[in-house]
T-cell receptor
């Protein structure tokens, strides 16, 4: 599979702060997806992006599909304690349907 | 979207035994996948479960170790055979609907091998 570079690896922030994380690839991707995983649960889809330049919001979350199709970012505004978890980027490239995952960003939010 | 359930949710097994994990989707889906997530790690694709034919395995995974069935468009099983402690992981089922290029995940099966 294609290696995705996700950063930062972890973040420790205060409630109310904004958060930004990103994912890059050496290959052109057709789809970028962002997931959140809570302990003991499966990943939950947050945002799906399907074309270059696309900017999509889901509540306080905003994600963009990079113009080069090799990167994507996720922003979380005004973080709250329930935003705690691990955020994964995932992408699909070429003609296959399987997803390649980043290594995840662990987010901790203090009240 | 698709709602996915998995059974069992967790299990503790002895080395050398096998465990079959079931995955049920609440609607017909075009594709189903099985992933492994080792402790503190990201997700790694094991195989694509093909309906009516043999699964397609990723490099490093073989059918003898991880036999997969998919008898219809809503159900699949993954067996972890001849288990060793290195097989201790979370095993996740996912499904791709035909409407969008999106995958939804089940809650996972947390396997511990002693």
């Amino acid at each position: 599979g294609q290696q995705l570079n996700q950063s930062p690896q972890s973040m420790f922030i205060q409630e109310g702060e904004d958060v930004s994380m990103n994912c890059t690839s050496s290959s052109i991707f057709n789809t970028w997806l962002w997931y959140k995983q809570d302990p003991g649960e499966g990943p939950v889809l947050l945002i799906a992006l399907y074309k270059a330049g696309e900017l999509t919001s889901n509540g306080r979350l905003t994600a963009q599909f990079g113009i080069t199709r090799k990167d994507s970012f996720l922003n979380i505004s005004a973080s709250i304690p329930s935003d705690v978890g691990i955020y994964f980027c995932a992408g699909r490239y070429g003609s296959g349907y399987a997803l390649n995952f980043g290594k995840g960003t662990s987010l901790l939010v203090t009240p | 979207s698709a709602v996915i359930s998995q059974k069992p949710s967790r299990d503790i097994c002895q080395r050398g035994t096998s465990l079959t994990i079931q995955c049920q989707v609440d609607s017909q889906v075009t594709m189903m996948f099985w992933y492994r997530q080792q402790p503190g790690q990201s997700l790694t694709l094991i195989a694509t479960a093909n309906q009516g034919s043999e699964a397609t395995y990723e490099s490093g995974f073989v059918i003898d170790k991880f036999p997969i069935s998919r008898p219809n468009l809503t159900f699949s099983t993954l067996t972890v055979s001849n288990m060793s402690p290195e097989d201790s992981s979370i095993y996740l089922c996912s499904a791709r609907t035909g409407l969008t290029d999106t995958q939804y995940f089940g809650p996972g099966t947390r396997l511990t091998v002693l």
